[in-house]
């Protein structure tokens, strides 16, 4: 199973989208957990990920964040605005998924 993290300042504005992205993937069959949380918890459950996105609202710490997550090879970005404001669940899922090939 590949998990999902989104980050954003406090976890709660992307639990939407993460609903519709698990909508996805039940849609698409896939065997995938994805999870939002708070930035402040990325630390913690990085090594247990398999792709990290940021929300937009935070992307001025994909810097920071880049440099615990390149040591452990954990892809990391930051979800597109307009596909984050919209909630496309599905072109969020793509974006992960093309993060892990």
Do not use: N, W
């Not at 698990?22 to 994805?34: N, P, Q, S």
């Not at 930051?78 to 599905?90: E, N, P």
């Amino acid at each position: 199973m590949k998990k999902i993290l989104l980050c954003c300042a406090a976890g709660m504005s992307t639990s939407m989208l993460v609903q519709r992205m698990r909508a996805e993937v039940t849609k698409r069959g896939l065997d995938i957990e994805i999870k939002a949380v708070p930035t402040a918890e990325l630390k913690h459950l990085i090594a247990d990920t398999d792709v990290v996105l940021l929300g937009p609202q935070v992307r001025y710490q994909l810097t920071h964040f880049s440099a615990i997550a390149k040591p452990l090879g954990k892809p990391i970005d930051v979800i597109d605005m307009m596909d984050y404001g919209a909630l496309r669940g599905d072109k969020v899922l793509d974006k992960a998924l093309s993060l892990l090939e």
